[in-house]
């Protein structure tokens, strides 16, 4: 399977951003599918996750009621919307898909396969 990030740029403190994950591959549908960020010294943390699904769905605290993932299986994309955007969010984010047929987790180390990154830089 190969994901392609996209949807990264630049914004202000408070704006939107949305970002997509496209998904190549017949069972991406099958998958839970995560995103993950990592800023520049810090180690790559979750941000959200949405299980195979769909009714799977889980946030970071620090992203909680702010951000909204979710997936369209038409399209085989996974797009995580982004608002209220702080500095603190400024980080190039990955997605990726886990490793296992209908798992749900947030730990980087099960997800298989992994996108290219975009980077979302916020002003503040």
């Known amino acids: 399977v190969q994901l392609q990030a996209s949807g990264g740029g630049l914004a202000q403190a408070g704006d939107s951003l949305r970002l997509s994950c496209a998904a190549s591959?017949?069972?991406?549908?099958?998958?839970?599918v995560g995103w993950f960020r990592q800023a520049p010294g810090k180690e790559r943390e979750f941000v959200a996750a949405?299980?195979?699904?769909?009714?799977?769905?889980h946030y970071s605290d620090s992203v909680k009621g702010r951000f909204t993932i979710s997936r369209d299986y038409a399209e085989n994309t996974v797009y995580l919307q982004m608002n209220s955007l702080k500095a603190e969010d400024t980080a190039v984010y990955y997605c990726a898909q886990h490793r296992r047929y209908y798992t749900t987790s947030i730990t980087p180390a099960e997800y298989a396969y992994w996108g290219q990154g975009t980077l979302v830089t916020v002003s503040s």
């Open positions: 591959g017949r069972t991406f549908s099958s998958y839970t």
């Open positions: 949405i299980s195979w699904s769909g009714d799977v769905i």
